[in-house]
């Protein structure tokens, strides 16, 4: 299983960005997707997941800034964040949330570097 996830950059704070992850058709019709974040000198967390009905979780720290989404027709999930803080710079992850909860399949995630 390869995920990898791109679209980390530098961003000021207030800014936005979005972060793309791809997967194979297989792996992307038939799991819940998400993205988790590990910053420096701190454990992996969840950021959001999404079914593959559309329901979507959040963790409590990007509620109302992070949108998750997923397009069947490309077997891509997406990860939108407004309003970024200097808290949110983190190495992002997509996983499905089998493989985080199995902590396997981890890919190259994308770094997100919010600073002025």
């Known amino acids: 299983v390869q995920l990898q996830a791109s679209g980390g950059g530098l961003v000021q704070p207030g800014g936005s960005l979005r972060l793309s992850c791809a997967a194979s058709y297989r792996i992307f019709s038939s799991n819940t997707m998400g993205w988790w974040r590990q910053a420096p000198g701190k454990q992996r967390g969840l950021v959001a997941f999404?079914?593959?009905?559309?329901?979507?979780r959040y963790a409590d720290s990007v509620k109302g800034r992070a949108t998750i989404s997923r397009d069947n027709a490309n077997n891509t999930v997406y990860l939108r964040m407004n309003s970024l803080k200097v808290d949110d710079t983190a190495v992002y992850y997509c996983?499905?949330?089998?493989?985080?909860?199995?902590?396997?399949?981890w890919g190259k995630g994308t770094l997100v570097t919010v600073s002025s």
């Open positions: 999404i079914t593959t009905g559309g329901s979507t």
């Open positions: 996983n499905t949330y089998i493989g985080a909860r199995n902590d396997i399949n």
